[in-house]
């Protein structure tokens, strides 16, 4: 599984931003999906997870109730709709694949990483 993010910018706070991220192969429906972020001088974070079928997601919670994980299995891509977009929200963002929903919150268990895609919210 091959991963590419895209969608990210420079966008002022309290605006809105959607991420992209588009799979290729062919086992892309059997993956839970999820994004991670990194801050400058700070570890890569957690930030939300969705299920190989779309039916189950998970937050963290300081983006909980801004942002909101989809995906749709046929064109291979999940989503990462961020609203009401915080200063603190400025970092790399990074897609990530892996079998293990439940366990989606350990970066260092994952499988599958796309390149970042900056996203940066100004005061």
């Known amino acids: 599984v091959q991963l590419q993010a895209c969608g990210g910018g420079l966008v002022q706070a309290g605006g809105s931003l959607r991420l992209s991220c588009a799979a290729s192969?062919?086992?892309?429906?059997?993956?839970?999906m999820g994004w991670f972020r990194q801050a400058p001088g700070k570890e890569r974070e957690f930030v939300t997870a969705?299920?190989?079928?779309?039916?189950?997601?998970y937050y963290a919670e300081s983006v909980k109730g801004r942002f909101t994980i989809s995906r749709d299995n046929a064109k291979n891509t999940v989503y990462l709709q961020m609203n009401s977009l915080k200063v603190e929200d400025t970092a790399v963002y990074y897609c990530?694949?892996?079998?293990?929903?439940?366990?989606?919150?350990?970066?260092?268990?994952?499988?599958?990483w796309g390149q970042g895609t900056q996203v940066t919210v100004s005061s």
């Open positions: 192969g062919r086992f892309f429906s059997s993956y839970a």
């Open positions: 990530a694949a892996d079998p293990r929903f439940a366990e989606f919150s350990r970066r260092e268990i994952l499988t599958y």
């Open positions: 969705i299920s190989w079928s779309g039916s189950d997601t």
